[in-house]
């Protein structure tokens, strides 16, 4: 497994992730092409998972896009390939995506689009919350010295 960060342009292999992602339901890859060629700028990070030297996997991080009182940052553009689940990728791209986000803001959220995803994010430490335009959020451990971006 490897893990690359993303910087501008999509990584190779995308076509077929996207591809399988529409087959399973999920037009954001579709999305995530479409900012990156438009607004790159609104990602703080993006990392590729490779396995078996195809793309397994993708993930971003950008502002919060909901009001929120203090800047939080999104994971979002989530996937992971149908073939390549329950083989920890998700996981990899979480982390590296937490890792770059330490420091700089005191919570990230995500938005869990069905229970298999809520309970990924649960796994890993996110905390499900009602009444926001995310439906997780996870503290920072080091949340107090957080800078404001």
């Not at 959220?109 to 229970?115: D, E």
């Not at 430490?125 to 920072?140: I, N, Y």
Request: net charge positive.
């Amino acid at each position: 497994m490897s893990l690359e960060r993303v910087a501008d342009q999509l990584p190779t292999g995308f076509a077929e992730l996207e591809a399988d992602a529409i087959a399973d339901g999920h037009q954001h890859k579709t999305r995530l092409a479409a900012e990156l060629t438009e607004t790159p700028a609104i990602f703080h990070a993006i990392y590729a998972c490779y396995l078996d030297n195809r793309l397994a996997g993708i993930g971003a991080m950008t502002d919060e896009p909901a009001l929120a009182g203090q800047p939080k940052w999104r994971m979002r553009r989530f996937y992971g390939h149908r073939e390549f689940r329950r083989r920890t990728i998700a996981q990899a791209i979480a982390s590296a995506l937490l890792q770059n986000a330490s420091g700089s803001v005191s919570t990230v959220t995500v938005h869990a689009g069905n229970q298999t995803a809520a309970r990924f994010w649960e796994a890993i430490g996110f905390r499900r919350v009602a009444g926001l335009a995310w439906s997780h959020e996870r503290t920072m451990p080091d949340a107090t010295n957080a800078r404001r971006t």
